[in-house]
């Protein structure tokens, strides 16, 4: 009984591949760089109920304003 096997001369080279784009690298650093430079995380808005509360100022500053200007007038 003889049993033949063989290997690999050497280990394929490890990939590190960037999920989002495909795009692979050889080590984790591009990987990481590629992902600090291509991916970066966008700045954070104004969220909705800051404009709310900046609206609803203004319009009660003109609503005041209008109420000054028409109590100034002679009728």
Sequence with gaps: VTCIFTTMA???????CCPQCGLCFDTQADLEAHWAATHAPAEPSTPMYIWLIIGIGALLVIAVLILIVRTRRTV
């Design 10 to 16: 050497e280990p394929a080279p490890e990939q590190f």
